[in-house]
């Protein structure tokens, strides 16, 4: 096939499994996409493996599809931006220390937590995998997504200053889990880098990526202010992203991070200065639009990846255990921060608890999954993915309202 005719296949199914959750099962977006690309690829090995269909055609056409080329350079800017671009910087600053310790610390704390209990578990299963390779698997499993999360609490009425908490460092912690993503899948691919050049990587690519994401948030800003033509500062707004991703790359600084800050800028002073309300009103519906579009695919591939993949008892052990060790160490991590910062400021009731049970795994741990290259390794970690981020949106998911009345984090109804 095609590559246009393998994204436009990739498309038919998306917009097929957005329509069935929509007319029938009316779930929140990404816990019924992610339910609806769980189902059918179950559906395919069960149907696969007693002989009724040939999934041959199906693993051909996942084999076509260069996952690390069109998730890391095309999609993940993309996705990065859409999630900063209605974010109130505002909010963030009221709660830059807990935002900013949850996103760096937390993000840290946990990939060596999940890192180091990976590590020991496949070894304990008599699963060959490299310390290396564990890291990577904490770095793509612990950055959290609030894509589903903040609808959720919207509706419940949780606090506004946990939706807050939630959705900035869900925003950061994506790029810092990159940053680490990349750093450590150097370290996987047999680079040799010490610890001092490891933190200088990490330093430059998020601090210069994140300086370059200013400068190219201005001068979109710039180039807004000029102009009210909705079409075109449409496209403004997606050429910087796709323009300045590749720029940035080019100049090995983090893309990622460079994305999230010019999403920040343009969301703010671009949206609230440079447009009218009509630019603003279909900037935002294209970017909402693009979003949801995205993540769709992003599942969908994860469930089209899963039906080529070959399970055994010891990976399926694995992937099972892999689903409280994410939990603790999200635990562990945000326990970790909050208690750091208790001298510097109350949280609410429960908040760890809430901090947990609220953060899910969904698109950028999908991509990154997906991008690690062929092989045995691959196949294991892709398997504890879909299995973390699987029992993220749809347990988590769906019992985080009740969740909420639970714990008692159930703001007055507003008059």
Known sequence: MSNFEIGSAVLCLAAAGG?????????????????????GSLVIVALGAAGWIDRS???????????????????????????????????????????????????????????????FLMA???LELSLAHAFLFGALISPTDPIAVLGILKSANAPEELSIQISGESLFNDGVGVVLFVGISAVAGGA?????????????EALGGAMFGLGLGYLGFLLLRQIDDYSV???????????GYAVAERLHLSAPIAAVVAGLVVG?????????????????????????????????????????????????????LSIPLVLAARFTSVGITISGLLLRRS????AVTLLTWSGLRGGISVALALSIPAGPVREALLVMTYAVVA???LVQGLSLRPALRWLGAVAPARP
């Open 19 to 39: 329509f069935l959750n929509t007319r029938i099962f009316r779930l929140p977006s990404a816990i019924g996409l992610m339910a609806i690309s769980l189902f």
């Open 57 to 119: 055609a199906i693993h051909a056409l996942v084999a076509q599809i260069d996952f690390a080329d069109v998730l890391m350079h095309n999609l993940l800017g993309l996705l990065l931006f859409a999630g900063a671009l209605h974010v109130d910087i505002t909010d963030l600053a009221s709660n830059r220390l807990p935002i900013a310790a949850l996103a760096l610390g937390g993000t840290l704390i946990s990939t060596v937590i999940v890192g180091l209990g990976t590590y």
């Open 124 to 126: 304990s299963l008599g």
């Open 192 to 204: 040799a880098v010490s610890a001092g050049e490891f933190a200088i990587l990490f330093a430059r």
């Open 233 to 243: 500062e449409v496209l403004i707004t997606l050429s910087m992203v796709l323009g």
């Open 268 to 320: 703010n002073q671009g949206r609230r200065v440079a447009m009218s309300d009509r630019t603003r009103q279909h900037v935002d519906m294209f970017w909402e639009l693009l979003d949801e579009m995205l993540n769709a695919v992003l599942f969908l591939l994860l469930g089209l990846e899963a039906t080529s993949l070959q399970l055994t008892p010891a990976i399926a052990l694995a992937a099972a």
């Open 347 to 350: 949280f609410p009731r429960n």
């Open 391 to 393: 029992s993220s949106i």
